[in-house]
């Protein structure tokens, strides 16, 4: 199975345009663009009868206390964690494409709708639920995409991958409001095929 995307390369950086935020020279960073990018995947196998899509970034601080702190840095030797940034399924087996644009075209403060998707789909919610909560200005469940938004004081690049998967059933029958990791597990034992491409982001500077 393969994906590909017209909106990045295959381990190279992500444009702003997909992204949450970008870099900000007078207040580190400004809400960006943050449009789904466009992706599109083929070879999969017979009996597919529906996919998912779960974007995800490994590189999340497992601990948040320095993150987006004056005077501290995020030190590249800290653990790290799952960030999810887009669940999405109950892709019919033949929707193969997803335009750029389609599914996210701006940040919406307190989230986007849900569970419903464009074209019949279903969205999960993805990190920014729990990263925003106690906020009052933000804090909302984030269905659908929301894009990269790495601390600006890390001291490393988080690696974004949208991997696709090829599924045995027309339909998972998920909770609304599921999330990345435990959508994954319930369709695991479906998968039939997968793959996957990567991008990487930064909002640090020095490390751009």
Same mark, same amino acid.
């Given at each position: 199975m393969?994906?590909?995307?017209? %909106?990045?390369?295959?381990?190279?950086?992500?444009?702003?345009?997909?992204?949450? @935020?970008?870099?900000?020279?007078?207040?580190?960073?400004?809400?960006?663009?943050?449009?789904n990018?466009?992706?599109?995947?083929?070879?999969?196998?017979e009996?597919t009868k529906?996919? @998912?899509?779960?974007?995800?970034?490994?590189d999340?601080? %497992?601990?948040a206390?320095?993150?987006?702190q004056?005077?501290?840095?995020?030190?590249? %030797?800290?653990?790290?964690a799952?960030f999810?940034?887009?669940?999405?399924?109950?892709i019919?087996?033949?929707?193969?494409?997803?335009?750029? +644009?389609?599914?996210?075209?701006?940040?919406?403060a307190?989230?986007?709708?849900?569970?419903?998707?464009?074209? /019949?789909?279903?969205?999960?919610?993805?990190?920014?639920?729990?990263?925003?909560?106690?906020?009052?200005?933000?804090?909302?469940?984030y269905?659908?995409?929301?894009?990269?938004?790495?601390?600006?004081n890390?001291?490393?690049p988080?690696?974004?991958?949208?991997?696709?998967?090829?599924?045995?059933?027309? %339909?998972?029958?998920?909770?609304? +409001?599921?999330? /990345?990791?435990?959508?994954?597990?319930e369709?695991?034992?479906?998968?039939?095929?997968?793959?996957a491409i990567?991008g990487?982001?930064?909002?640090?500077?020095?490390?751009?």
């Amino acid at each position: 199975m393969k994906i590909f995307s017209n %909106s990045f390369n295959n381990g190279e950086t992500i444009p702003s345009r997909y992204c949450f @935020a970008r870099i900000d020279p007078d207040t580190h960073v400004t809400l960006a663009e943050n449009l789904n990018p466009h992706l599109i995947w083929s070879e999969f196998p017979e009996g597919t009868k529906s996919f @998912a899509l779960i974007c995800h970034d490994p590189d999340a601080p %497992s601990v948040a206390d320095d993150a987006n702190q004056e005077g501290r840095t995020i030190p590249a %030797s800290l653990p790290r964690a799952d960030f999810y940034h887009w669940v999405l399924f109950n892709i019919p087996a033949s929707v193969t494409e997803i335009t750029e +644009g389609s599914q996210c075209s701006s940040v919406t403060a307190k989230g986007k709708a849900g569970p419903d998707a464009p074209g /019949g789909m279903s969205h999960g919610i993805n990190s920014y639920t729990q990263w925003f909560a106690g906020d009052a200005d933000m804090e909302g469940s984030y269905f659908g995409y929301d894009g990269p938004c790495p601390p600006w004081n890390d001291e490393i690049p988080h690696h974004y991958v949208f991997s696709i998967y090829a599924l045995d059933v027309e %339909s998972i029958d998920a909770q609304p +409001g599921v999330d /990345g990791e435990t959508l994954y597990e319930e369709l695991e034992i479906h998968i039939l095929d997968g793959a996957a491409i990567t991008g990487t982001y930064t909002l640090n500077p020095s490390v751009a």
